[in-house]
Nanobody
Framework: QVRLVESGGGLVQPGGSLRLSCEAS????????MGWYRQAPKKQRELVAT???????NYADSVKGRFTVSRDNAKNMVFLQMNSLKPEDTAVYYC???????????WGQGTQVTVSS
């Protein structure tokens, strides 16, 4: 099992920035994907950004150029730097871990991000 704990959410004005962090603990499979999904009210959960253990990244079109995903493999952590935030970025953001070789997914409990003036 992999346990994921997010931090860094909150309320921010449009145009502002936030940085989310997620720490993984437990049985950390070395070949993995870590990243972030989000779910807004009355909408399906959607991909925000992911990063693989060998450094590849993937972003939703809606966040390209504004958000940056990064990771610290030594600390089993993944980060999401969010700049130029918009009201439509308001959602619960979930940390995600995929043990690639076993096709096993794990999720954090989520952290609320609210973009409002």
């Amino acid at each position: 099992q992999v346990r994921l704990v997010e931090s860094g959410g909150g309320l921010v004005q449009p145009g502002g920035s936030l940085r989310l962090s997620c720490e993984a603990s437990g049985r950390i499979f070395s070949v993995n994907v870590m990243g972030w999904y989000r779910q807004a009210p009355k909408k399906q959960r959607e991909l925000v950004a992911t990063t693989t253990s060998d450094g590849r990244t993937n972003y939703a079109d809606s966040v390209k150029g504004r958000f940056t995903v990064s990771r610290d493999n030594a600390k089993n952590m993944v980060f999401l730097q969010m700049n130029s935030l918009k009201p439509e970025d308001t959602a619960v953001y979930y940390c995600y871990f995929l043990a690639t070789d076993f096709d096993a997914e794990f999720w954090g409990q989520g952290t609320q991000v609210t973009v409002s003036s």
